[in-house]
């Protein structure tokens, strides 16, 4: 199950050429970051999510629903789901497979890599004028 809740997530492209995310090595990347409890209790969260909102089990869902059952594990375990969302793109986006396809190198993007273009910071000038909007709380 925990394949076709990444492919859910990480479909891949084929145009792109770009892997599915069942394509990706999840049960090394578990292991060498010591997250299965997690993913575990992830797969578990979707299923009982799955079950009450469609009353069927997770693989039974068609494309749409599986992806209304994952997002609406949010609801119920946001750090949960944080953490396997988290986990789940950075194990595919550091595969080389999909580093190759992706024609980047394994080191980050910034700030060697990519350039930014210069920001217009006057746009904020309205919000330093208008001063702070906290109230001291007289602990200074």
């Known amino acids: ?3 076709l809740i990444r492919d859910t997530i990480l479909p891949g492209d084929t145009e792109l050429g770009m892997p599915p995310a069942s394509s990706v090595d999840f049960e090394l990347y578990q292991i060498r970051h010591g997250i299965s409890g997690p993913v575990d ?19 039974q869902l068609d494309e749409s629903q599986r992806l209304v059952a994952i ?40 700030p060697a890599g990519n350039e930014l273009g210069v920001d217009d910071w006057t746009i904020l000038e309205p919000v330093y004028e208008r001063g702070p909007i906290y109230r ?4 200074a």
């Not at 209790?41 to 693989?59: G, H, P």
């Not at 969302?85 to 993007?109: K, N």
């Open 136 to 139: 001291d709380d007289g602990s």
């Open 41 to 59: 209790k992830f797969v578990e969260l979707v299923a009982d999510v799955a079950r009450k909102k469609f009353n069927k089990e997770f693989e």
């Open 1 to 3: 199950m925990i394949e």
């Open 71 to 110: 997002n609406g594990c949010k609801v119920v375990d946001v750090r949960l789901f944080s953490t396997f969302i988290t986990h789940a793109l950075r194990a595919y986006y550091t595969d080389r497979r999909v580093l190759y396809r992706l024609s980047v190198g394994a080191i980050p993007p910034f």
